[in-house]
T-cell receptor
Framework: ELKVEQNPLFLSMQEGKNYTIYCNYS?????LYWYRQDPGKSLESLFVLLSNGAVKQEGRLMASLDTKARLSTLHITAAVHDLSATYFCAVDTRDDKIIFGKGTRLHILP | EPEVTQTPSHQVTQMGQEVILRCVPI?????FYWYRQILGQKVEFLVS????????KSEIFDDQFSVERPDGSNFTLKIRSTKLEDSAMYFCASTTLLSSQGKNQPQHFGDGTRLSIL
């Protein structure tokens, strides 16, 4: 069964710092998603990563995918308070299930 | 921008009762999903639906659960004989293409229905 593991699960960091969230998964997948969730809200799509070596950037967030290592990273550059949220990676299995990681709760201190 | 809409936003039900959660996916989307999220926990896949039938379901989606697309716009999740542990946020999502067809579109999520079982 596909397992998706994120780390860290909790992250408190200062504004202006850089950090990386890691997402490991256990079996072959066609694609990987990153979502953001604010408390009590729905899931907002951030990135869809389709192939080995894919890198996407939006503002201070950059996501990458290494399908050989079964690893995706979400890198935060010069963090700002508005980025405080829970970030989920999700892996799309080839039989049309989407398996989510446990999420990384990010708290950025002013 | 088109949205997935879910109703009600909050449903409170006595244990043992049946509930129906409603979703209106984005109009040109063909693939529909239900997920649940127990408070403070991860998002769990329940079921995917395409061409008026279930495409895939998880171990959570047992005989207590059913889905239906009764008309051209609604997509419903029915939970029979609700239990306390069914209390969660239920999210509906839709997208245009299946993974096997090389989709590069994310799933669009609704705002969720908070289900509270008393």
């Amino acid at each position: 069964e596909l397992k998706v593991e994120q780390n860290p699960l909790f992250l408190s960091m200062q504004e202006g710092k850089n950090y990386t969230i890691y997402c490991n998964y256990s079996t072959t997948s066609d694609r990987l998603y990153w979502y953001r969730q604010d408390p009590g809200k729905s899931l907002e799509s951030l990135f869809v990563l389709l192939s080995n070596g894919a890198v996407k950037q939006e503002g201070r967030l950059m996501a990458s995918l290494d399908t050989k290592a079964r690893l995706s990273t979400l890198h935060i550059t010069a963090a700002v308070h508005d980025l405080s949220a829970t970030y989920f990676c999700a892996v799309d299995t080839r039989d049309d299930k989407i398996i989510f990681g446990k999420g990384t709760r990010l708290h950025i201190l002013p | 921008e088109p949205e997935v809409t879910q109703t009600p936003s909050h449903q409170v039900t006595q244990m043992g009762q049946e509930v129906i959660l409603r979703c209106v996916p984005i109009s040109n989307h063909l693939y529909f999903y239900w997920y649940r999220q127990i408070l403070g926990q991860k998002v769990e896949f329940l079921v995917s639906f395409y061409n008026n039938e279930i495409s895939e379901k998880s171990e959570i989606f047992d005989d207590q659960f059913s889905v239906e697309r009764p008309d051209g716009s609604n997509f419903t999740l029915k939970i029979r004989s609700t239990k306390l542990e069914d209390s969660a946020m239920y999210f509906c999502a839709s997208t245009t293409l299946l993974s096997s067809q090389g989709k590069n579109q994310p799933q669009h999520f609704g705002d969720g229905t908070r289900l509270s079982i008393l």
